[in-house]
Every structure is written in C-alpha cells, then in structure tokens.
C-alpha cells in the first residue's frame, strides 16, 4: 500500500511538472511570453539557478493573445500559398533553374536585427563585440576586442571567443522551419576583414536530443587591407564539431535541414577584430564535383 501511494504521488508531481510543457505548444499564441529563451540556456558555475520556471514567469493578457493570433493565422496563411507555389514559395522551374541565391544581405537595421552576438562574457570571460551598419549603410560590420584572460571560477579553463549567428526560422505558431539548400553546392560570401581567421559554423536540426551541440565547421581567412573579397567555400569542405572538439565520425552535411549560420573567431591573440559582411548567398558550381573531403568509416564493415 505504502509503495502504491509513493508511485501515485511522484506520478501527480511528475505530470504536474511537466503539465506546462505539454500546454505551452497549445496556448502559446495566448501568452504575452510564449518565445523560448534560445541564447541564454547557459549558467555560470557557481550561480544560483532561477527559482520560477519560465511557466510562473509568464503573464496571461488576452488582448495580447487575440492580435498575436490573428498575426500566426496570418502567417499560417502566407505559407499555405508560398506551398502551393512551389519549394520556397517559387515556382518548381524556376527552382531547379536557380545557380545563385542571395541569403541574407545588410542594408538595414532590419537585416541586423536577425542576427545575434554573443562572447565569452557569457561564461565570465571580457571579450567584447558588437554589430551595426557599415559606411552609407552598405554592409555588416562586426567589430570588438578579443581578450583571452580566463575568468577566475575555478572551472573555465579556456577563453577567448566572440561569434555572431543568425537567428532560426520561426513559421506560424512558432512551429521550427528549415533552410533547404539541397539545390547548392557551395557557401557564397563577399567580406572584407582585417587579416585574422574566423570559423563559418552551420547548424543543423538533431536527430537526437545528445546532439543538439552538433555542427560543421570550417575556415575562413581573411587578406586585411582594403579591398573586398569574395570567398566560396564548398559545403563538402565542413566538417562535425561537438563543443569544440572534431568528431570520428563525419559525414556529409544534411542540406535540407539547415537551421542556421554563424561566425566565430578565438585565434588566442588579444587585441581589437573587425569583419565586414556585404552579403551571404549560396552557389550551385557545376564545376565541384567533390561529395565529401574526408574519410569515412564503416561502422559495422563486413567480414
């Protein structure tokens, strides 16, 4: 008796903990505060943890709810005939056509603010970094100070990093959506920087939940000086990362579950960085034929 009394009540509490999270998908257009927190899942060692959960947290407005409803129908909407169309919302000739697509571009405050910075400052480090519009409003300057002093908590052991990442795709009812890049074969950029190495970094959708750390990485070198220049760099060139460390394991990209793009520098050398981005784009080069740079293994190879 005694024992069916302690599983019902871990039960109730298991199902009372987790009754926001089931919740949340269907009431979310409703609440004043229904966007996750998808930058700052990240503690310090040492902080307390927060004691409201982001559901005590939330406040019901139903004014809010009706006019952020009737923006997703909205959305809902839009997408249904962007489907209809074709992939992309472009008619299906015009897709299989397409060489080049422009991805992101910066001409104004609106284009910056689909992306984010972030430093080791989130982990107590004092790196800086910042982004704004370039001269006459014609690219993206991202500019700061790398300073690689490890921050005093007796559990970082490395510091020194400043990156800058585009934010993931919402659809209608914040439902995730994905960018399909099957069509290409190869990242497109026209940057100008001041000499030092950045990393491209693409993020893809996880299959399992131990990889949501995942991603491919590779090299950008910049000349310094004045002039612009314009890097392509084939998608069978990344290679899987996990926290920083590169996989056995690597396999191609999954090109249609694309979910983001970002840049990072942590070359270990202090001082002042800057990185000018006129666009981002994708290009289709019949002349790359290459499926993957890097060895492969069988995991289970026959005898």
């Keep these: 008796m005694a024992l069916s009394t302690t599983l019902l009540t871990s039960a109730y509490l298991r199902g009372r903990c987790c009754r926001h999270k089931l919740l949340h998908p269907l009431l979310g257009p409703l609440l004043s505060d229904s966007t996750p927190k998808m930058y700052s899942s990240y503690r310090r060692p040492g902080s307390q943890p927060e004691k409201k959960t982001s559901w005590q947290k939330t406040h019901f407005s139903f004014k809010k709810g009706i006019d952020i409803l009737k923006t997703q129908l909205g959305l809902l909407k839009k997408e249904t005939k962007g489907f209809l169309i074709g992939p992309g919302g472009r008619p299906f000739d015009q897709y299989m056509l397409e060489q080049t697509q422009v991805l992101w571009e910066f001409r104004s405050q609106e284009d910056l603010n689909k992306w984010v910075v972030s430093s080791d400052v989130e982990i107590g480090g004092k790196s800086e970094v910042y982004l704004k519009l370039g001269r006459n409003n014609q690219a993206a300057l991202l500019y700061g100070t790398l300073n690689t002093e490890v921050p005093r908590d007796g559990e970082t052991k490395y510091s020194g990093y400043c990156s800058m990442r585009a934010k993931p795709l919402l659809g209608s009812f914040a439902r995730k959506k994905y960018y399909d890049w099957s069509n290409f074969n190869s990242l497109y950029l026209r940057v100008r920087g001041d000499g030092r190495p950045w990393m491209v970094n693409i993020y893809t959708d996880p299959y399992f939940s131990h990889q949501k750390d ?47 793009l970002g ?40 005898v």
């Design 214 to 260: 995942d991603l491919y990485n590779y090299f950008m070198f910049t000349r310094g000086g004045p002039y612009w220049e314009e890097i392509k760099i084939p998608f069978s060139k990344f290679f899987l990362s996990s926290r920083g460390r590169v996989q056995d394991s690597q396999h191609p990209i999954w090109l249609d579950k694309i979910s983001t």
């Design 263 to 302: 840049f990072t520098i942590g070359d270990k050398v202090d001082g002042p960085f800057q990185l000018e981005i006129d666009f981002i784009g994708l290009l289709n080069d019949r002349a790359h034929t290459e499926e993957f740079a890097y060895e492969t293994y069988e995991k289970n190879p026959q």
